[in-house]
């Protein structure tokens, strides 16, 4: 990256991370991917009881592989193979009592607020409430000015790539973005029906317990 650029960069990355800790959250800074599996390995107890969203941000930094080979830890996996519908589900549901969940996000305001999406809502509901510790690894193009900025990136980018992941049948993945952007009102539900995973729309300014999440700031594009 041009050097300018990258200054840049870094004075909002700076300012991202002081609004995080403003609003009760704890930031760290990674310079690349690799450092994430030693960060996590240092910051997670032996025989706590993990958890995760659907995230790329995770599989790109190897942290689903690490967690099926690592014994020290008690991994819920929700995507083990074999598993029938109802034991995943299942397995959803015990993660909102996990020691640790792991995740990332669809967006990270300058503000150092969290905006997610979700489907289903288990990762929202896991972000919310319930773990006693969460750890979100986000990638440092996930940064943008605000929350309206924050729904234009869902909506043009995080979505329409989520679609083409999980082959969902979406106007926005046949299309790029979001049906409502043809109304020039991005607020707007895409009448995506029963296969829309814009459900649930989540925004996190401020955490009363200090430091149960911590936010993982990788200075590289990481995920959706």
Same mark, same amino acid.
């Given at each position: 990256m041009d050097a300018n650029k990258k200054a840049v960069l870094d004075l909002r990355i700076r300012k991202t991370m002081d609004h995080l800790q403003q609003n009760g959250m704890s930031? @760290?800074?990674?310079e690349s991917r690799q450092q994430v599996l030693p960060w996590l390995q240092q910051a997670i107890?032996?025989?706590?009881?993990v958890a995760h969203g659907g995230s790329m941000t995770l599989a790109e930094c190897g942290v689903v592989d690490w967690l099926?080979?690592?014994?020290?830890?008690?991994?819920?996996?929700?995507?083990?193979? $074999? /598993?029938?519908r109802e034991e995943r589900t299942e397995r959803m549901r015990q993660a909102l009592l996990s020691d640790v969940y792991?995740?990332?996000v669809n967006a990270l305001t300058e503000n150092g607020e969290l905006f997610n999406v979700d489907g289903n809502g288990n990762r929202v509901a896991a972000?919310?409430?319930g773990p006693r510790r969460v750890i979100l690894?986000?990638? @440092? &193009?996930?940064?943008?000015?605000? /929350?309206?900025?924050?729904?234009?990136r869902v909506k043009k980018i995080a979505c329409p790539? &989520?679609?083409?992941?999980? $082959? =969902?049948?979406?106007? =926005?993945?046949?299309? $790029?973005?979001?049906?409502?952007?043809?109304? $020039? &009102?991005?607020?707007?539900?895409?009448?995506?029906?029963? &296969?829309s995973i814009c459900n649930d729309f989540v925004i996190m300014k401020n955490q009363s317990v200090p430091g149960r999440i911590t936010v993982v700031l990788v200075d590289e594009e990481l995920g959706y």
């Open positions: 930031a @760290v800074y990674l107890p032996d025989g706590a009881s099926r080979q690592e014994p020290r830890l008690r991994y819920l996996d929700r995507d083990q193979p $074999g /598993l029938t792991l995740s990332s972000l919310l409430y690894v986000v990638g @440092v &193009n996930k940064i943008v000015s605000d /929350l309206k900025e924050a729904e234009v790539a &989520n679609t083409v992941r999980l $082959g =969902c049948p979406t106007y =926005c993945r046949e299309k $790029g973005e979001c049906a409502a952007f043809l109304s $020039g &009102n991005p607020t707007l539900t895409s009448g995506c029906g029963k &296969n």
